[in-house]
């Protein structure tokens, strides 16, 4: 059985996994622990436990029981008193956290309770916070400011306080993997934070996995004007290491999507590396979909098409 493990963060890593679930694959995926906001946020200030949500909807995307993935997925009402505004899950991590130690264990025993199709692991369980600083050298503290500077901002730096070390199982997931697919998503609130880990680095160049690289379908606060040229420049820049394959989407959204996303300051990614000469492998494939969430039509990948795409490369 082939060994894939993901890493990242945030809604594009638990997208990828839900198609690569359906497949008979040995799945790992390594998640940022840097959130810092909504009831993460609180839950880090107030237990002091490492951030669960990102984890939490990793675990959830390779759940299958849609009624406990519904419970786990709960947040409570405004009315709720001290439990206003948090995720069930998240308190169920951080429960399991205080009783079995460590994040780590917490979503060990959350993988066996849902019966993933794969585990999630924590790149490392020492509490620590991102920052990062503008080139016009304003200073991001934590994960919301690096993720959300103000509109002009564009990130030139991001690093870890306090340093952390990567959790051995997934230094040893990366180091025996056939492939580590870095996943789309916020490329210095979820994605990058994994490099900054010491040890993670190191496991990948240790390992004969092929690195593919899913770019992002849209840019944002911090990476205005960036093309995927850029994305791909920046994973090799905080990586050590520049993807065996990067897969890009070349489909054009509607104009309504367009529209909605210009008004968040966010355009859609510019594929310039699809007929690069250079040495990474680029592929171009029609990899948006549309559809509502909340009453607003939202641009989300093909996660299906992803992971026939990965299937093919292994």
Same mark, same amino acid.
Request: aromatic letters at 6%.
């Given at each position: 059985?082939?060994?894939?493990?993901?890493?990242?963060?945030?809604?594009?890593? @638990?997208?990828? +996994?839900?198609? /690569?679930?359906?497949?008979? /694959?040995?799945?790992?995926?390594?998640?940022?622990?840097?959130?810092?906001?909504?009831?993460?946020?609180?839950?880090?200030?107030?237990?002091?436990? *490492?951030?669960?949500?990102?984890?939490?909807?990793?675990?959830?995307?390779?759940?299958?029981?849609?009624?406990?993935?519904?419970?786990?997925? @709960?947040?409570?009402?405004?009315?709720?008193?001290?439990?206003?505004?948090?995720?069930?899950?998240? !308190?169920?991590?951080?429960?399991?956290?205080?009783?079995?130690?460590?994040?780590?264990?917490?979503?060990?025993?959350?993988?066996?309770?849902?019966?993933?199709?794969?585990?999630?692991?924590?790149?490392?369980?020492?509490?620590?916070?991102?920052?990062?600083?503008?080139?016009?050298?304003?200073?991001?503290?934590?994960?919301?400011?690096?993720?959300?500077?103000?509109?002009?901002?564009?990130?030139?730096?991001?690093? +870890?306080?306090?340093?952390?070390?990567?959790?051995?199982?997934?230094?040893?997931? !990366?180091?025996? %993997?056939?492939?580590?697919?870095?996943?789309?998503?916020?490329?210095?609130?979820?994605?990058?934070?994994?490099?900054?880990?010491?040890?993670?680095?190191?496991?990948?160049?240790?390992?004969?996995?092929?690195?593919?690289?899913?770019?992002?379908?849209?840019?944002?606060?911090?990476?205005?004007?960036?093309?995927?040229?850029?994305?791909?420049?920046? *994973?090799?820049?905080?990586?050590?290491?520049?993807?065996?394959?990067?897969?890009?989407?070349?489909?054009?959204?509607?104009?309504?999507?367009?529209?909605?996303?210009?008004?968040? %300051?966010?355009?859609?990614?510019?594929?310039?590396?699809?007929?690069?000469?250079?040495?990474?492998?680029? !592929?171009?494939?029609? +990899? /948006?979909?549309?559809?509502?969430?909340?009453?607003?039509?939202?641009?989300?990948?093909?996660?299906?098409? !992803?992971?026939?795409?990965? /299937?093919?490369?292994?």
């Amino acid at each position: 059985m082939k060994k894939i493990v993901t890493i990242g963060g945030g809604t594009g890593h @638990h997208y990828l +996994l839900r198609g /690569l679930k359906s497949y008979d /694959l040995d799945l790992t995926s390594i998640v940022a622990m840097t959130d810092n906001g909504g009831s993460t946020g609180e839950l880090r200030t107030e237990l002091g436990v *490492i951030a669960p949500g990102d984890l939490r909807n990793c675990l959830l995307a390779l759940a299958d029981d849609k009624e406990l993935v519904k419970v786990f997925e @709960h947040r409570f009402s405004k009315d709720s008193g001290k439990l206003s505004g948090h995720n069930f899950g998240n !308190i169920w991590l951080s429960v399991l956290s205080d009783i079995y130690g460590d994040m780590a264990q917490a979503s060990e025993k959350t993988s066996k309770f849902l019966r993933t199709k794969g585990r999630a692991i924590p790149v490392s369980i020492d509490d620590c916070h991102l920052y990062g600083r503008t080139k016009s050298n304003k200073l991001l503290r934590g994960e919301v400011e690096v993720s959300y500077p103000e509109k002009d901002e564009i990130i030139e730096k991001v690093w +870890l306080e306090p340093e952390a070390y990567v959790h051995k199982d997934a230094a040893e997931a !990366i180091r025996s %993997a056939d492939m580590v697919v870095i996943c789309p998503g916020d490329l210095y609130g979820s994605i990058i934070p994994n490099f900054l880990t010491k040890g993670v680095n190191e496991a990948l160049k240790e390992s004969n996995a092929k690195m593919t690289y899913v770019c992002n379908l849209v840019t944002k606060q911090g990476t205005n004007g960036f093309k995927a040229s850029d994305f791909v420049n920046e *994973i090799e820049k905080y990586s050590g290491k520049r993807p065996d394959y990067t897969i890009c989407n070349i489909k054009k959204p509607s104009q309504s999507v367009v529209d909605k996303y210009q008004e968040e %300051a966010s355009l859609f990614v510019d594929p310039d590396i699809i007929g690069n000469n250079g040495l990474e492998k680029v !592929i171009g494939e029609n +990899l /948006l979909i549309e559809h509502e969430i909340g009453g607003k039509v939202v641009a989300r990948h093909d996660s299906d098409r !992803i992971a026939r795409i990965i /299937l093919k490369l292994l």
